[in-house]
């Protein structure tokens, strides 16, 4: 299971580097050099592109990115108390930031592994950033709400699911994003 989860996860950081990087831009200029008389200086053939997808793989399609709405207020500190709880390896302080059904997945994962610490299990998997990741956008429904990372093993803006739990934003270890790439 270890393996599967591993590898899973390079697969999907694979594939949204892979969509992030891109390719060269097609020529969408429809000005043709004309020999008239007039000097004016050609127009270079890669000057104008209007095409916005251009810059993807064939085949491929992007959502494009949303303009920065707020800086999340509320779920950055949860987010850096995440990948600080990652990168010392607290355990405690881990499950803090997650939801209980987080933190069930995780151990089941876990145990499946033969590991023996959350904090320690986890940071195998999780790409801890040397610097800060990047928080913004949080929206809230109810007694859920979204917000965008960027950094890490995220080098697009991902959208990540939160939830309150006993008061708390937390945590569900679930992205949009990366569910529609690995289809889970």
Known sequence: MRNFYLGSLIFTSSALFFAACGGPATNSNTNANSNTSTNKAPVASNAVNSNGAANLPAG????????????APTLAPVVHAYYDALKTKNTAALKETMTADFIKRSEEHMREDGAKDLAAYMAEFDTIPEK??????????????????LGGAYPVWTPFVMAKENGKWKFTGESPDLKAVTGK
């Open 60 to 71: 491929t399609t992007a959502k494009p990115v949303g303009e920065k709405i707020n800086d």
């Open 132 to 149: 800060p990741v990047e928080v913004r956008n949080e929206r809230f429904d109810g007694d859920k709400a979204s917000v965008e990372i």
